[in-house]
């Protein structure tokens, strides 16, 4: 199975402040189709996962443009360049190269 | 509007059974790969099975094969997942989702609680 390594586990963020959260594939992501199928998911406390990236940087609509996402093969990164108070919430990337999709184990987001 | 409504969850000892549906509304459910994914209390997210528009193919994650069956009934705009054999460890909240494009597409349902202790 891909492996999927996010880091950190655990990040305290200063509202107005940018963010990162760094996920790692042991695999590369990039799909026979030329696709590179890495994506971002985020789930708010008590609510279900909605996702916010696809294919490494589409954003999904209704997502804030202070989301983004890039990377390639291996290596990816998702960045938020104004942390916001309805940000707070578990941040999961998810690999669909490869069956079985693998999620990371996830980036707890919190507001100093 | 797309919904998507679990149901099916429970308490259940250790050896028992649960099937789990899922009622899909608002958009073309035949036309989509489906998918259940689990979230373990205070844990993170695993994919469970997948399931291709047509039923035809159907794929498991190790810890579930033998165990674990995943249909659909298109005329009903339903999926189910048949859980055998349950263990302690599948106690998770159990979500119902669509993938198109090797991904999982929004909205995500509000799951579905299997609790399996005896």
């Known amino acids: 199975d891909v492996v999927m390594t996010q880091s950190p586990l655990s990040l305290p963020v200063t509202l107005g402040q940018p963010a990162s959260i760094s996920c790692r594939s042991s695999?590369?992501?990039?799909?026979?189709?030329?696709?590179?199928?890495l994506n971002w998911f985020q789930q708010r406390p008590g609510q279900s996962p909605r996702r916010l990236i696809y294919?490494?940087?589409n954003r999904d609509s209704g997502v804030p443009d202070r989301f983004s996402g890039s990377g390639s093969g291996t290596d990816f990164t998702l960045k938020i360049s104004r942390v916001e108070a309805e940000d707070v919430g578990v941040y999961y990337c998810?690999?669909?190269?490869?069956?079985?999709?693998?999620f990371g184990q996830g980036t707890k987001v919190e507001i100093k | 509007e797309v919904q998507l409504v679990e149901s099916g969850g429970g308490l259940v000892q250790p050896g028992g059974s649960l099937r789990l549906s899922c009622a899909a509304s608002?958009?073309?459910?035949?036309?989509?790969?489906m998918s259940w994914i689990r979230q373990a209390p205070g844990k993170g997210l695993a994919c469970v099975a997948n399931?291709?528009?047509?039923?035809?193919?159907?794929y498991y994650v190790d810890s579930v094969k033998g165990r674990f069956t995943i249909s659909r009934d298109n005329a009903k705009n339903s999926l189910y997942l048949q859980m055998n054999s349950l263990r302690v460890e599948d106690t998770a909240e159990y979500y119902c989702?669509?993938?198109?494009?090797?991904?999982?597409?929004?909205?995500w349902g509000q799951g579905t609680l299997v609790t399996v202790s005896s």
């Open positions: 989702v669509r993938a198109e494009g090797r991904t999982v597409v929004d909205p």
């Open positions: 608002g958009f073309s459910f035949g036309i989509y790969w």
């Open positions: 399931i291709n528009p047509d039923g035809s193919q159907t």
């Open positions: 695999q590369s992501l990039l799909y026979s189709d030329g696709n590179t199928y």
């Open positions: 294919k490494v940087s």
């Open positions: 998810l690999q669909g190269a490869q069956w079985p999709w693998t």
